[in-house]
């Protein structure tokens, strides 16, 4: 085996492991491999070892990777995460090759991705970015915007609102991790009881994947305990 298949494995044996701590389903989570900064091959890796969502944060990285993957394997097979900030001159491309967008912290940024996204397309399967960790610096909505972002976003005709993604400050405290975690899982819960049918908790990387999990993840982002420490 690679060491990216035996990494694959040894990840999903943890997220496994977690969720039955949690009291879940292993079915519950789903796993992202992020794949930013690595090549071609490392990716052609992962989908022979099972592999098929994969989540770029860098357009210009990302862009020819995609078509270069998407030649090697059939489209069909893989699905494309776009989970970096977003910058508004550049949500065309985004809207256009991408699945899901996992970083919709402003409307502006939401109206654009809707008027861009192909029409022989899906609806763009998006996540809104909320900042749990309270850093002025840190991009995301604050958790006092997000049900009227989460309006704006669920009534534009080409994106579909599937949940909440959030990217906390690290920490090594566990129960730190999980108090973040669980605002955005109880953000969700109110939206919700709102009347949103959220599916999606988009949370926990490679160093805090359990803590994640046991708050309620549907979906993990991991890079470094796949692919190896990034440059
Ligand atoms: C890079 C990145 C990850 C992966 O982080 P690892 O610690 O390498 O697992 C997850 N989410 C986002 C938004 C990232 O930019």
């Known amino acids: 085996m ?10 999903r044996a943890r997220i496994a492991t977690a969720c039955a701590a949690a009291g879940r389903a292993p079915e519950s989570v789903r796993l992202l491999a992020v794949s930013k900064t690595w090549p071609v091959a490392d990716l052609a890796a992962a989908v ?11 357009l210009q990285e990302a862009l020819p990777k995609l078509a270069a993957l998407t030649e090697r394997v059939a489209p069909a097979r893989l699905e494309w995460h776009f989970i970096g900030p977003l910058q508004s001159n550049k949500t065309r491309p985004i809207a256009e090759h991408f699945d899901w967008v ?4 402003r409307p502006k940024l939401a109206a654009r991705l809707s008027a861009q996204r192909p ?24 958790p ?3 049900e009227a972002l989460a309006r704006t976003v669920g009534a534009l005709p080409r994106l579909r609102l599937r949940g909440l993604m959030t990217l906390p400050e690290p920490t090594p405290d566990v129960a730190a991790q999980r108090a973040r975690f669980a605002t955005l899982r109880t953000l969700r819960d109110a939206l919700n009881a709102a009347g949103f049918a959220l599916d999606t908790l988009s949370m926990g990387m ?26």
Do not use: W
Request: negative net charge; aromatic residues 4%.
């Open 2 to 11: 690679t060491t990216i298949a035996t990494n694959l494995q040894a990840v």
């Open 48 to 58: 022979d070892a099972g592999q098929n969502a994969f989540g770029e944060s860098y």
């Open 102 to 105: 996992h970083a919709v912290d």
């Open 119 to 142: 029409a022989e397309c899906p609806p763009l399967n998006v996540c809104l970015q909320v900042n749990v960790s309270g850093e002025a610096t840190k991009s995301g909505c604050r």
């Open 144 to 146: 006092d915007e997000v």
């Open 206 to 231: 490679s160093d805090d994947l359990e803590a994640a999990i046991m708050e309620g993840a549907t979906l993990v982002r991991i890079g470094t305990a796949i692919f190896g420490a990034r440059q």
